[in-house]
């Protein structure tokens, strides 16, 4: 096979105040037309860095101070803005992390897919709209006809991740990079979209980097791995040698993460009054009933786990219980009293007792609000201190989270990475002082060591605070980690709810055998044999069939 992509003694810098610090460390990469190669590390490793400078690109106050990076023979490094233009949406393309940062809200998804093949003259606008649609379906979106007709928010994320993906290989690119395409997307949602971008790369026989924390993903997707630490190489090998033989100590210990198990706590008193109970809630998004008949308790210092593909109503429950979805049918009870449907109606108090945490850090924290005043706001408003107090308290919150408070109260979230913006997103909900926190999908956007350590600072509060925690999550993993119950949703339903330890041993409802099912493991033919197990002849079908 030919080199596509080769890249020479890559450095990059990072500049802070007046000084350039390195972030990528003389590192080299080749990719040959049809080849994966699977980018992974820790966050901080550079991956996304290197995945960004493949098409010549870095990110504003940063620069590639050494090295070359050759694409079809074309100096990207040296290349001009038309030379670039021309190149980039059409030969390389990219699939960010969040798509819902990276559309544009205002318009239609299929305008927005049909931009670049009409700019680079590769199809019409309207040929171009016939072949977004062919992509969808191949992409398993449903109403493939009609779903690039709405607007990026009236999707699921999931939904919006795939619609990237289609809006990637729009012009037929050569070298496609994704940048965690699949972090958004429950496992049986993953496994269409893994299933159906190797078949969309072996089809039109296009190289791709595939940057993932998701060790078990990447053991599917790439032909080679290479381990990035801190901007530096560690190693690079086949796939399978990788999984079977890593050879350095660090390779070694990604392979060995999600260690932290809590153990089953003991059987719930069923005298003991729940701290939040769902009872009987029936609620619509306009006239259409998208949760039926939902009930469960979340006791004292208990972690319920709600898990359940896109659409199976995790997050409209979550919405209840906050009062943001008032539920048609039924109520929400808080220590054995009613609230208030809505939030409207709620007083501060009630307000005060429940919090939430974010999945996408990166978009719950302002971006021009610093550290100390992101957390200090709720501890002005729900605990009514200021001046020295409020800035005593917000140091507490910090110290709480593990950050220093001297080195973090000033900074912004731009200045800070991904699991300490979520530490930041969870300071903000302590700030409140609640009994109950909502964890929507919180570590799903973050690498196996760092959602890690994430868990663990959760768990440690929970005990020190005796928190009550709904962990919204499609993470199985996730689940074994942290939960005491676990609730499992599908199509608005609760189909099965139970103790973790019932949960993990059959019989099972069919849907949770599914979900336990679809988990990747660390074996390259994982995918192949599942998607055989399940009746798929081709790989990546617009048919994947589902138990």
Request: contains cysteine.
């Amino acid at each position: 096979m030919s080199t596509l992509l080769k890249i020479r003694g890559l450095k990059i810098e990072g500049r802070s105040d007046e000084t350039w610090n390195p972030i990528i460390n003389g590192v080299d990469l080749d990719l040959a037309k049809g080849e994966v190669l699977g980018l992974i590390g820790e966050s901080g490793a550079g991956k996304s860095t290197m995945g960004l400078a493949a098409m010549g690109y870095t990110r504003d106050g940063c620069r590639i101070s050494e090295g070359s990076v050759e694409f079809d023979g074309i100096d990207l490094v040296n290349a001009s803005a038309d030379v670039k233009r021309d190149l980039l949406g059409k030969r390389i393309a990219y699939v960010a992390q969040s798509a819902a940062a990276s559309f544009n809200p205002a318009h239609k998804i299929i305008d927005q897919h049909t931009e670049a093949p009409t700019q680079h003259n590769v199809m019409s606008k309207g040929e171009s709209a016939d072949d977004a649609m062919d992509l969808y379906e191949r992409l398993r979106l449903p109403n493939p006809q009609e779903i690039g007709f709405r607007y990026p928010h009236q999707v699921s994320g999931g939904q919006l991740q795939r619609a990237m993906t289609a809006m990637a290989m729009s012009c037929r690119p050569d070298l496609i990079i994704f940048d965690e395409p699949t972090t958004a997307l429950d496992v049986t949602t993953q496994i269409e979209v893994l299933a159906a971008i190797r078949k969309i790369v072996e089809d039109f026989d296009t190289a791709a980097i595939y940057i993932t924390h998701d060790l078990a993903v990447v053991a599917q997707m790439a032909d080679r791995i290479k381990v990035l630490l801190r901007g530096d190489e560690v190693e690079t090998a086949e796939t399978r040698e990788m999984l079977a033989n890593p050879q350095e100590d660090y390779t070694k210990s990604l392979w060995a993460v999600r260690s932290f198990q809590r153990p089953q706590k003991p059987a719930i008193n069923t005298s003991a009054t729940p701290v939040v109970s769902v009872r009987n809630v029936t609620a619509a998004y306009g006239k259409i009933d998208v949760l039926h008949d939902v009930s469960f308790d979340i006791h004292a210092g208990r972690t319920v786990a709600v898990v359940g593909e896109s659409g199976s109503g995790k997050s409209t429950a979550a919405r209840c219980i906050t009062g943001l979805l008032p539920p048609r049918i039924g109520h929400i009870e808080f220590d054995g009293q009613t609230l208030p449907l809505s939030y409207k109606q709620r007083n501060k108090d009630q307000l005060r007792q429940a919090q939430m945490i974010y999945q996408m850090a990166d978009t719950a924290l302002n971006p021009r609000v610093s550290i100390g005043e992101t957390i200090g706001r709720p501890v002005q408003f729900y605990m009514g201190l200021t001046g020295k107090d409020k800035r005593k308290r917000v140091n507490d919150l910090l110290e709480q989270i593990e950050l220093e408070p001297t080195e973090y109260f000033n900074r912004l979230p731009s200045e800070l990475s991904g699991g300490q913006k979520q530490r930041i997103g969870i300071a903000r909900a302590l700030a409140a002082e609640p009994k109950f926190i909502i964890c929507d999908e919180v570590t799903s956007a973050l690498d196996q060591l760092v959602a890690e350590g994430i868990l663990r600072l959760l768990a440690k509060l929970q005990d020190e605070l005796n928190l009550s925690y709904m962990f919204i999550t499609h993470d199985l993993a996730t689940v074994k980690s942290i939960a005491d119950e676990v609730v499992v949703m599908k199509d608005g339903k609760v189909v099965e709810q139970g103790s973790k330890d019932q949960m993990f041993q059959p019989p099972h409802h069919p849907y949770t055998d599914l979900l336990l099912s679809s988990v990747p493991e660390m074996d390259p033919d994982w995918l192949t044999n599942l998607l055989d197990q399940r009746g798929v002849d081709n790989i990546g079908d617009a048919a994947v069939k589902k138990m």
